[in-house]
């Protein structure tokens, strides 16, 4: 009698697979209903920019899509599988800077490098790297709750990148930064699409913002939420 | 070897963050020797040595019980601070390694307020244990384990309720008193050197919960952390 083996480590996905696909998602908290009915795929080597007013859901949508929370309706896929086993795969940066506010930026980071040596990603980004790339001096000692709004957000970027998702997901990256900041990190993240992937395929990133002409650049799709559903796409103008 | 090393990273962040803030272990020992000096405040215990050896088992577990579920309140606080728990569930490591890692660092916490305890227990209570007094190198660690993987788990559960520090002594206290039980029991046995408290049964009964509880919560800490 033969088996099947089953195979140790999570394969990579074939470039024919989506990134991430919502297929009839709704989520409601109590009463509100924060996602309704939205189908969407993002495709592999996209970049998408979600846009909508202050509670559209935008922030909920890319919660579904890291799985941080399960849908009350319909199904969320992450390079055909669940969002929680593709989770070395993909990293999330939220409003928050996600980080220990009594460790400094180094140890933060090289803490959470250590979570992701899980076999399966054989290519954790370089700490030090990933904080010079976001411009931050990788030898500053001084706890991240000393830091600035602005630092705290490009070390959580760095943490975001250190891991070399394949797919990036990114909740409002932007809002503590300057225009200078602001347009660096969208240069960061430009290059970061181009970087190779070890085990092949095509980056992805997804990203809220409400400054839609900075992050232009960035997006080769734009999306728009309101009232937690998807709009149709604007007609391009005669 | 990767679970270890995830355990070995949780338990070294644990340690550098408590060794930079010291909020855990200076409110543990603070209140530790507040109710140890206010239970001999209550009664002379200089007076009546037996009922001193009598009630001290039940005393030091107590001042342990109430120290370390001022830390346990705080163990999950810094993580849900900065939504660092979201990036906790992110990552690909085993859930059961971060809860493990927590396990140990609170028992090294408590270990350590154990430590200061005993010898201002000693003074304070004039105990002159008449039992065999190594065996309470099995009933403190088996004890103070009973008491923080059990109450790690249901601090991790209490996350998201409202009163969260009400909450947590009002379910670990009647789940651990099968354990309180055989901690203040043994302890007893050990001081007053009565044979009919039986300290060995207390501490296979002490094992025996540890291992099942240990069990089930390193088994149900992934539903736990996950859940909304």
Same mark, same amino acid.
Do not use: I, K
């Given at each position: 009698m033969t088996t099947t083996p089953t195979p140790a480590r999570p394969v990579a996905p074939k470039a $024919?697979?989506?990134?991430a696909s919502l297929s009839a998602c709704s989520k409601v908290f109590g009463s509100f209903a924060?996602? #309704?009915n939205v189908s969407v795929t993002f495709p592999q080597g996209s970049a998408t920019m979600l846009l909508g007013e202050n509670g559209a859901g935008k922030s909920t949508l890319l919660r579904l899509v890291a799985g941080l929370i399960a849908p009350s309706r319909g199904t969320v896929e992450v390079f055909g599988d669940t969002p929680q086993n593709q989770r070395h795969r993909m990293a999330y940066m939220s409003?928050? =800077?996600? &980080?220990?506010?009594?460790?400094s930026a180094i140890e933060n980071l090289n803490y959470f490098s250590g979570l992701h040596k899980?076999? $399966? !990603?054989? !290519?954790v980004g370089n700490p030090e790297m990933a904080l010079r790339s976001v411009? &931050?001096? =990788?030898? &500053?000692? #001084? =706890?991240?709750?000393?830091?600035s709004q602005g630092m705290r957000q490009r070390t959580s970027l760095a943490r975001v990148l250190q891991s070399d998702p394949q797919l990036l997901l990114l909740d409002? =990256?932007? $809002?503590? &930064?300057d225009a200078a900041s602001t347009r660096q990190m969208i240069d960061l993240l430009t290059d970061f699409r181009t970087w190779p992937l070890a085990g092949g395929g095509l980056r992805t990133i997804i990203l809220t913002t409400h400054q839609a002409a900075l992050a232009a650049p960035l997006a080769n799709r734009t999306l728009t939420l309101s009232n937690g559903e998807l709009q149709p796409p604007a007609e391009p103008a005669a | 070897m990767n679970y270890l090393n995830h355990l070995w990273h949780h338990l070294q962040k644990d340690l550098r963050i408590e060794w930079r803030s010291r909020d855990s272990i200076n409110g543990m020992l603070f209140y530790a020797l507040l109710v140890v000096f206010v239970f001999s405040l209550a009664f002379d215990p200089t007076a009546n040595p037996t009922l001193a050896r009598q009630i001290a088992g039940g005393v030091l577990w107590v001042a342990i019980l109430f120290a370390a579920t001022t830390a346990l309140n705080q163990t999950w606080t810094r993580e849900q601070r900065n939504a660092v728990l979201e990036a906790q569930r992110m990552a690909?490591?085993?859930?059961s390694a971060l809860f493990l890692g927590k396990v140990l660092a609170n028992l090294l916490f408590v270990g350590l307020i154990e430590a200061v305890l005993a010898p201002v227990f000693v003074i304070f209570y004039n105990l002159h244990p008449?039992?065999?007094?190594?065996l309470l190198l099995l009933v403190m660690p088996l004890g103070t384990w009973a008491l923080l993987c059990n109450g790690t788990f249901f601090a991790a559960l209490g996350l998201?309720?409202?009163n969260r520090e009400l909450m947590l002594p009002l379910i670990l206290i009647p789940i651990s008193l099968p354990a309180l039980l055989g901690m203040i029991n043994a302890t007893a046995g050990i001081l007053t050197g009565?044979?009919?408290?039986n300290p060995h049964l207390w501490i296979r009964m002490l094992a025996g919960y540890d291992i099942i509880f240990t069990i089930i919560c390193l088994f149900l800490f992934e539903t736990v952390l996950t859940a909304e």
């Open positions: $024919s697979v989506a990134a924060a996602v #309704r409003h928050a =800077p996600m &980080l220990y506010d009594e460790l899980d076999g $399966s !990603c054989a !290519c411009g &931050l001096d =990788p030898f &500053l000692t #001084r =706890p991240v709750g000393q830091y409002e =990256p932007f $809002s503590n &930064l | 690909p490591a085993p859930a008449l039992g065999e007094t190594s998201r309720t409202r009565d044979e009919g408290f």
